[in-house]
């Protein structure tokens, strides 16, 4: 028998086409990650490099992160210190980004590569083994762009912002799960730790976001039914199961999932139909787009050229997308459409040839290449879209226009747009009149970036060097933070009007000052707590000045701790 040399495989292989090799062979973990690498790094040179976190939308959003950072970092302990629906990962890597930098917005940055670094170390190896070279590459590439990505998930590629980071890294996690799940290994590359994996991304979610964490259950759940690659290993993935149920009825978790369940039944769960015709409409084009994949998916079944778990699958990732989507605070985009794409390319790459070796026999005819280059747009164009991104960031943020940019307080590290780059501040005060009516706004913020961080730099000024328990009467208070003093226990790290009601006193027993701004950023949300809570206040902080800002409200002498 004639045994070829591994050098003479290697010579064999440089004889195929490069086209042939990057859209139908075998992807190597090392050479995936290695191109991985060098987009990520780029990505994140370009939102390091200008020195400072550019914020044009939002900020309050981002300030929301560093202040139960800050509060982790005082020794309060989330659902019991302080409240919030959200799990705790995402404070507690900001809180482990102030060690490394200090107390700047620039330790966000930090614990947003950590995510990176996490998510990454599963999605290389599981693309590589489901996927040729370049739908792997695309599929990484993508994953790191969405982890970094400086722009809330479905706005305007340059509405830069850190608002809502859980979602992206949230999309980023699930998309590697569902990858895991519903598409299989190719041949020969079976992998002995998807179960290890899968159990890690599902505990990554859950303390996270608990959407998400409930799509990743769902989806393992579909998968252990549908998937025969799944069925075969059955007691191992009901040991992950097991396992899962159990850290989430740990006695730690207990506040956690305590909590969920107050907010869940207070009206933080979107099931208003209105609501869902809406997010369905605004996304028509996309869910089209879907609709055509699953469509072309479901007639290669019928033509007996993929198993009909392929389709059901597909059927169950668009599910799993569009409940998600539903339940966030976004209006388009569903990262998960993807995934059904890859089961699209591989669908039609069965018919390559059983071999890559040079001959007649193993060459790809023109119209496959021709059909796997147009399957691959959808990702590449995505990828392309989200590399925009932060090309637009890095300019704007070392732009030659003057910015604002607080030189005092831990707000150092942090740059928005002058306010003459913006909304003019009349149309903006009479945005928020007409928010305060029964009208909606025209305006989505407003008040604009340059007037909300102008108004914490002027709070700072009038409270400092008397550390106090501060607490805004917006929909954050990030004055502790801001200040470096410690937070008071018991408040909402958001308050929105759909929060569950609380006693006055579980949320001001433990505040010194009360600030209520003159221009908030949501004004509903101030409107709804000065109504719930005027006489309390009026009882209890009866000492009361004003600010260009601020109507500011101590607590009497009497009471003071």
Known sequence: MNVRSPADVVVELRRVPLAERLLLGQSASAAVAIACAAIAAVAAWLLWSPGHLYSREMT????????????IE?????????????????????SF???????????FLVGEMAV?????????????????????????AYVALLILQPANIGDAPNAYSFAMSYNRWGWAALSTLCLLLFVDPRRGRDSQWDEVVTALLCV??????????????GALAVAMVLMRRLRRHWGS??????????????????????????????????????YLVNIFIANRAEYTLQGAVLGILFWLWQAGRVRLEVVVASFVVTAIGLFVLTQNAQFADIP??????????NALAITRPTSLTPGPHASMPSGLRTLLIVVLLWPALTVFGSAKVFAGYYHAATGSEVMLAPS??????LAVPPLDHEVPIDLARMGYSILSSTRPSPLRDPLTQAEYVESLVEAASLLAGHPQKVLVIDQVNPMPYVLGYPPPRGSLLWMGPDAPPRVAGAIFDDVDVVLVPKYSTYAPTTALMLRTYYDYLQRHFPDRTESARWTILRRAAAASR
Not at 60 to 71: R, S, T, V
Not at 119 to 140: M, N, Q
């Open 60 to 71: 309050w959003d981002l300030l929301f992160n560093l202040e139960g950072a800050w509060q």
């Open 74 to 94: 005082q020794g309060q302990i989330p659902h019991v210190d302080f409240h919030e629906p959200l799990g705790m990962l995402g404070f507690t890597l900001t």
């Open 97 to 107: 980004g102030f060690h490394v930098v200090g107390f700047t917005p620039r330790a």
């Open 116 to 140: 990176l670094v996490a998510i990454l170390a599963t999605a290389i190896p599981v693309a590589a083994r489901r996927l040729a070279p370049a739908p792997a590459v695309l599929f990484t």
């Open 204 to 217: 990554f979610l859950f303390y996270l976001k608990i959407t998400f964490a409930a799509a990743a259950v």
């Open 237 to 274: 993935w009901l040991v992950v199961v097991g396992g899962l149920a159990l850290i989430a009825a740990a006695p730690v978790n207990r506040a956690y999932i305590r909590e969920i369940w107050i907010y869940a039944n207070s009206g933080y769960a979107r099931i208003d139909l209105a």
């Open 336 to 345: 998960l459409g993807i995934i059904i794409c890859l089961m699209l390319y």
């Open 408 to 413: 005092t307080t831990n707000l150092r590290g």
